[in-house]
Structure formats: structure tokens, C-alpha cells
T-cell receptor, first 116, second 115 residues
Framework: AQTVTQSQPEMSVQEAETVTLSCTYD???????LFWYKQPPSRQMILVIR??????QNATENRFSVNFQKAAKSFSLKISDSQLGDAAMYFC?????????????FGAGTILRVKS | GAVVSQHPSWVICKSGTSVKIECRSL??????MFWYRQFPKQSLMLMAT?????????EQGVEKDKFLINHASLTLSTLTVTSAHPEDSSFYIC???????????FGPGTRLLVL
């Protein structure tokens, strides 16, 4: 069974600085998707970034970028120029390419605190 | 695009009553919807996968007679918590998949408090 591990229960970053959240996963599949979701205090889940495993290029969305290391099964999220609004719980998620029902496997989450 | 709504956002009920939570995809047709449960500061726990026009698939340990799921149309799925008890108090979140697409879009969640 696939598993997703987020080893950092909590992280802190100073406003305007950069922080990296780690995520590792375990799978025997060769094709899959990886996601980072953000859950702010409102508890609405928001998609931050998405990576297709067959793409070697790391995904980027404005201040958010990933470091995808397929061989190491690592998928870290880098947040540049951190803002107060980035404070949230961040979840890493995995989805097999051909899984019926498109089920997501979530990590335990990392609480990110942003200091002003 | 890809907006998912949930109703109600907050519900308080007495023990023994049933509560229905609606999940709607507002601007797309969702062939698959998912229901999750989340406790404070914890991850999302998948309860069941709901496909339009067929029976839901429940995850191991989730009582299907307790948590009734109906996916009557491509834009609506409902979760009914039957004979609710205080231990059912939680945050329930639905999500939906656009057919053939890889991303799940989440509703805003429903807080259930059973007294």
C-alpha cells in the first residue's frame, strides 16, 4: 500500500523568508500524481501545486515550487517570500495514475507558522 | 472554476437524531465524490468513495449503515449520519473529481457537534 510521510509536525518561518516542507512517499507504481494542499484556519482545502511523476521538471506556482526527486521518492515544497497568509496546515498527497476512484493518500500534515 | 459547496457548514444535533450533509459541484460534473472525516490537527481520513448512480465504496472500518451515502446526480452527493452519537462529532469534508482529471476539489467542510 502507498504511504505518505511528512516528518515535520510543525515549522516556523519569518515573514519574507523561505521555508521548505518535506514529504516522502512509498509506492511501487511508476506513474502517479503528487499534490500539496493547504488548509488555513478556515479549514478549506486549497490546492497549492501538482506534479506529474512522468515530468522531470519541477512544478512551480508563483512563490511555491517543489523539489521532486523520483528515485528518492521525495516531494518537498518550497515557499519563497513567506507571507502571513501562508500560515496553514500543509498536506502532501499521492494519487496513483490508474487507481479507480482517484483516491488520494494524505500525509499527516505540517503546521506552518509565519512570524511577522 | 471547480467549485464545490457543502451544506450546512455547521450543525448541532441531539444524540440519536440523523443529520444529512450535502455536497455539490457547482460548475462541473463530478463522476466521483469523496467523503472525509477530520479531527483537529490531524489529517483527512477517507470514509467512502461515491460514484454517480452506484453504491458507495466504504473504507475499512467505516460503518456503511451508520454513514449513508447517496450520489443521485453528477453534481450532488449526500452523507447522512444516522442515529448520531457524540463520538460522531467531527469535521466532515467532501471532494469531487472532474471526469478524467487528476485533481480533487474540496468543499469547505461541515462541522458536526452531537450533544
Amino acid at each position: 500500500a502507498q504511504t505518505v510521510t511528512q516528518s515535520q509536525p510543525e515549522m516556523s518561518v519569518q515573514e519574507a523568508e523561505t521555508v521548505t516542507l518535506s514529504c516522502t512517499y512509498d509506492t511501487s507504481e511508476s506513474d502517479y500524481y503528487l499534490f500539496w494542499y493547504k488548509q488555513p484556519p478556515s479549514r478549506q482545502m486549497i490546492l497549492v501545486i501538482r506534479q506529474e511523476a512522468y515530468k522531470q521538471q519541477n512544478a512551480t506556482e508563483n512563490r511555491f515550487s517543489v523539489n521532486f526527486q523520483k528515485a528518492a521518492k521525495s516531494f518537498s515544497l518550497k515557499i519563497s517570500d513567506s507571507q502571513l497568509g501562508d500560515a496553514a496546515m500543509y498536506f502532501c498527497a499521492y494519487r496513483p495514475l490508474m487507481e479507480y476512484g482517484n483516491k488520494l493518500v494524505f500525509g499527516a500534515g505540517t503546521i506552518l507558522r509565519v512570524k511577522s | 472554476g471547480a467549485v464545490v459547496s457543502q451544506h450546512p457548514s455547521w450543525v448541532i444535533c441531539k444524540s440519536g437524531t440523523s443529520v444529512k450533509i450535502e455536497c455539490r459541484s457547482l460548475d462541473f460534473q463530478a463522476t466521483t465524490m469523496f467523503w472525509y472525516r477530520q479531527f483537529p490537527k490531524q489529517s483527512l481520513m477517507l470514509m467512502a468513495t461515491s460514484n454517480e448512480g452506484s453504491k458507495a465504496t466504504y473504507e475499512q472500518g467505516v460503518e456503511k449503515d451508520k454513514f449513508l451515502i447517496n450520489h443521485a446526480s453528477l453534481t450532488l452527493s449526500t452523507l447522512t449520519v444516522t442515529s448520531a452519537h457524540p463520538e460522531d462529532s467531527s469535521f466532515y469534508i467532501c471532494s469531487a473529481n472532474l471526469a478524467g482529471r487528476e485533481t480533487q476539489y474540496f468543499g469547505p467542510g461541515t462541522r458536526l457537534l452531537v450533544l
